[in-house]
């Protein structure tokens, strides 16, 4: 069974500048989440997928967007950088109407 | 206004003592409670969870206590052992699990 990948690892941008990160869900799970880690703080939701539809969004601007594709990967783009996008980018998978998420390890990202 | 608030912020343990991290919540839609465990470098994983209709759930040396009337739920560590040293995060959820809320992190030390 796979578990949930992300990439990049690490990435460093400028201010200004647009992301995308990417994630392979879990074998199985149909529903994908993002959250967003500040150093030293617990995840914050971003939003949810569950087949290619956005299935809820919590606090963040209309510049975090994000995609699922049929195979249920997804991506998390930012446009418009600011420092305070710095952080831990954690991507989860789940199956509908299950709790556990399955956390990937996370892309850190660092605006300068 | 955070949903979620725990407590405390670090905490050191001597091997094969108790440790004990606490959390609140106002929202009384909260019906899933769970507990994840973050290794530096890694994603949160899935410890222990609960629900609002038992108030208490153990699971070897992990065990959470939930007090209903005070919206409080804690999370006990007995026996604790140096490999128990990571970051733990409370949260909580509503039916659908499509958001949760995460407490802002205890990170626990355990001197051998």
């Known amino acids: 069974e796979t578990g949930v990948t992300q990439s990049p690892t690490h990435l460093i941008k400028t201010r200004g500048q647009q992301v995308t990160l990417r994630c392979s869900s879990q074998s199985g799970h149909n529903t994908v989440s993002w959250y967003q880690q500040a150093l030293g703080q617990g995840p914050q939701f971003i939003f949810q997928?569950?087949?290619?539809?956005?299935?809820g969004r919590g606090n963040f601007p209309p510049r975090f967007s994000g995609l699922q594709f049929p195979n249920y990967s997804s991506e998390l783009n930012v446009n418009a950088l600011e420092l305070d996008d710095s952080a831990l980018y954690l991507c989860?998978?789940?199956?509908?109407?299950?709790?556990?998420?399955?956390f990937g390890e996370g892309s850190r990202l660092t605006v300068l | 206004q955070q949903q979620v608030k725990q407590s405390p912020q670090s905490l050191i343990v001597q091997k094969g003592g108790i440790s004990i991290i606490n959390c609140a919540y106002e929202?009384?839609?909260?019906?899933?409670f769970p507990w994840y465990q973050q290794f530096p470098g890694k994603g949160p994983a899935l410890l222990i969870a609960i629900r609002p209709d038992v108030s208490e759930k153990k699971e070897g040396r992990f065990t959470i206590s939930f007090n209903k009337s005070a919206k409080q739920f804690s999370l006990h560590i007995m026996d604790s052992q140096p490999g128990d040293s990571a970051t733990y995060f409370c949260a909580a959820s509503i039916n659908n699990f499509n958001k949760f809320y995460f407490g802002s992190g205890t990170k626990l030390n355990v001197k051998p």
């Open positions: 997928y569950y087949r290619e539809e956005e299935n």
């Open positions: 929202n009384t839609a909260f019906d899933y």
């Open positions: 989860a998978s789940s199956g509908q109407g299950h709790g556990e998420l399955f």
